[in-house]
């Protein structure tokens, strides 16, 4: 193999319109190039993971698709701002000496990563960056995150090798843009890429120890989230003013000690800068060792680093990029706004606790570590990003020597042209208010001991990619489609079978449908055929009770919606002190979940607990009402199932997620199920709805 060429490819031309140029850099789990659109005759970069060259040839197409779904997420981000490097095109190919692997086609930079500058920088002993500095910089790494998290996505891996420098980095026209963001991520969570790479003898991870939030170390903590963006940002900002690693430590139990420390936080005073007591305590909260001490998102931080410091120049903005002429224009973006089973189980306040992974693998630079899996060497994107160009940055094109193009590559290197374009060709994949879930796997149910027996057993599942929406639909939403006559009118009556006068006389005042004052409440009093009707007048569908389930936890068998802690009142709309005091005057006795008050009574606006997000984007997946599913009951079997839909008849309709008065913590985790009588109309549940991504 030429080290200069691992490939054998330089020359040719790849999906007949890029003709490979030179090598960039390698890993051991993908080879970057730099190619010539010749087309267009502009650079772009093209990263061929060919860590992946031994998945079996039955995963291959699984494989591609996984890819077309990512790199169209990464083309959905970058399209909302231009601090995010973008995607151009996705394919397979299959090198000379028989090699299939996946590959991406991105956008070229000329500059250095933060690494690069920061390395420089230690070796110069040059001072560390004042505040003004620090602040307009990374101000476009947060509009980035910004723009992931007001999407439910995080990135998980914000380090200065993932943040790449077009100009001085030290001018007002310095350009950042954040690498690492559609693939690595993605990958960490997907069950057929993982499969594959197992067969390898390789891992994909997710994080670099020096840049980890305790969650990442051990999931005792918390779940990880756009709060983990926030730790990892404030450690680069912080590095930056002190021009001191953030965390200490030579290996990753160390670096794991380091970052939950209780009486060492890495904030600028503690690495020796001088900042002021506001910018201090902006860092101390960001630093916080649990997640939800934290700030939830990057917006809600950096717009506090902005006023503590007063560079409030550097205000956000997502600059939307022109497919057609490359140009962009800014926008100002505001921070994002942040009756039932009559038995259950105890709470269960349960979290599980990730072993800190041993492995690790020395990189360049300035000896940065890299959480690995046995015999993997370095995982998802190896080179520090996606392009990594060496201390000297990558040489202008201009005066780079053109090498003397060569034939096309035949049938021994065949690859598939503009998939990428051809996944999305027309807008989104989803509609607006719904929330993209990519094609994977997980285990639906559970086998825990205080599982109920409808949960049991934990089997496989795979899902093909939909749409899901964000929100519970409301009582606005669902009165305008009945009053144009395309959806029955929602009930101002509770009923249920075996439900007593005082019930009736106690719940009925409860429905949202014809309140003004409760429109953006979720809906509820709806029978399952009515919450349906109201789905397909919006050329939508009910969710079914795997694809629910899927959205809610993912596939990293989460205890809940949005991670491991327990519930309380930030996280969703459930019964805490206000709910007791509503049953207490009602002369209906009910127990708390948590003792303080969430805002509530009963029902709450959608949306209004950002906390208790699931991972995936969706609002009030647990509390609030119960949501009906597509599927009628039935008991689980330990067979794997490919996009299950249920029996084809039955007697109840599953619900899912909880109310607003669910007083069991095991009612909010993602696999409890419960079902009622289709023709219900009740007071707790209400329904969202899915849809097949547009082709």
């Not at 002021?276 to 990057?298: G, L």
């Not at 306040?349 to 060497?377: C, F, I, N, P, Y």
């Not at 607990?609 to 969706?618: L, Y």
């Not at 008849?649 to 007083?663: L, Q």
């Amino acid at each position: 193999m030429n080290d200069n060429d691992p490939l054998s490819i330089v020359g040719q031309t790849i999906a007949e319109k890029y003709r490979v140029e030179r090598l960039v850099g390698s890993g051991g789990f993908a080879v970057v190039y730099r190619a010539l659109h010749t087309i267009w005759n502009k650079p772009v970069a093209i990263k061929f993971f060919n860590g992946l060259s031994s998945a079996p040839v039955d995963q291959r197409e699984q494989l591609h698709q996984a890819f077309i779904q990512e790199g169209a997420l990464l083309t959905d981000l970058s399209s909302e701002t231009a601090a995010i490097v973008q995607a151009r095109d996705v394919g397979t190919f299959t090198s000379p000496d028989g090699r299939w692997m996946p590959y991406m086609v991105l956008e070229w930079l000329d500059g250095l990563t933060l690494e690069d500058v920061l390395v420089r920088e230690t070796r110069e002993r040059a001072p560390g960056w004042p505040i003004h500095e620090v602040v307009r910089l990374l101000a476009q790494a947060a509009t980035a995150l910004d723009v992931a998290h007001r999407k439910g996505i995080a990135h998980r891996d914000i380090k200065p090798a993932n943040l790449f420098i077009l100009g001085d980095p030290h001018s007002e026209s310095a350009t950042l843009k954040v690498l690492d963001f559609g693939v690595a991520k993605l990958m960490a969570d997907n069950t057929q890429l993982n499969a594959a790479l197992a067969m390898t003898g390789m891992s994909v991870t997710s994080f670099t120890p020096q840049y980890g939030a305790p969650e990442q170390f051990s999931r005792g903590y918390g779940a990880t989230g756009p709060w983990t963006d926030v730790f990892a940002l404030a450690l680069v900002a912080s590095e930056l003013l002190s021009g001191k690693p953030p965390l200490e430590g030579d290996d990753v139990v160390q670096l794991a000690f380091s970052s939950a420390h209780p009486e060492r936080r890495p904030t600028p005073r503690t690495l020796g800068a001088t900042v002021t007591d506001a910018v201090e305590a902006v860092f101390s909260r960001a630093f916080a060792i649990r997640p939800s001490d934290r700030y939830q998102h990057v917006a809600e931080f950096w717009e506090a680093l902005e006023e503590a410091s007063g560079e409030r120049r550097a205000r956000f903005t997502t600059q939307r990029v022109s497919r057609a002429t490359g140009a962009t224009d800014a926008t100002q973006v505001a921070p994002p706004n942040f009756g039932m089973p009559a038995a259950s189980p105890a709470p269960d306040r349960s979290t599980t606790v990730d072993a800190v992974t041993k492995a690790s693998a020395q990189g360049k630079g300035r000896g940065t570590l890299a959480v690995v899996g046995a015999g993997a060497a370095v995982a998802a994107l190896a080179l520090g990003g996606f392009f990594v160009f060496g201390r000297g940055g990558a040489t202008p094109a201009a005066t780079e020597p053109k090498p003397k193009p060569k034939p096309s590559v035949a049938a021994a290197a065949v690859a598939t042209p503009s998939a990428l374009e051809s996944a999305k060709p027309t807008g989104p994949a989803c509609p607006e208010r719904m929330n993209l879930i990519a094609a994977g796997q997980y285990f639906q149910g559970s086998d825990a001991k205080d599982a109920m027996a409808a949960e049991k057993p934990a089997h496989n599942v795979s899902l093909d990619s939909y749409c899901i929406d964000t929100y519970e639909v409301t009582a606005g939403e669902y009165k305008a489609c009945s009053d144009v006559g395309k959806c029955k009118r929602a009930a101002n009556d509770v009923d249920w079978p075996n439900i007593t006068p005082a019930e009736r006389k106690i719940y009925a005042p409860l429905c949202t449908a014809n309140d003004p004052e409760r429109k953006d409440h979720p809906i509820n009093c709806v029978t399952w055929e009515m919450a349906s009707l109201y789905c397909k007048a919006q050329s939508k569908r009910l969710p079914t009770e795997a694809e629910w389930e899927y959205a809610t936890r993912g596939p990293d068998g989460r205890v809940y919606p949005w991670g491991d802690e327990p519930p309380t009142e930030k996280h969703l709309n459930a019964c805490g002190s206000e709910c007791v005091a509503w049953g207490r005057a009602n002369k209906t006795p009910l127990e708390p979940l948590y003792e303080a008050d969430d805002g509530y009574p009963t029902t709450a606006p959608v949306g209004r607990f950002a906390a208790g997000r699931s991972r995936f984007g969706p609002h009030d997946v647990a509390g609030n009402v119960w949501e009906w599913v597509g599927d009628w009951m039935a008991d689980y079997t330990k067979e794997d199932k490919k996009n299950p839909t249920g029996p084809e008849t039955g007697t109840r309709r599953v619900i899912r997620g909880g109310a607003w008065n669910g007083s069991y913590a095991s009612w909010l985790r993602p696999s409890f199920r419960y079902a009622q009588d289709p023709n219900a109309t009740s007071h707790g549940i209400g329904f969202r709805c899915a849809s097949n991504p547009n082709p």
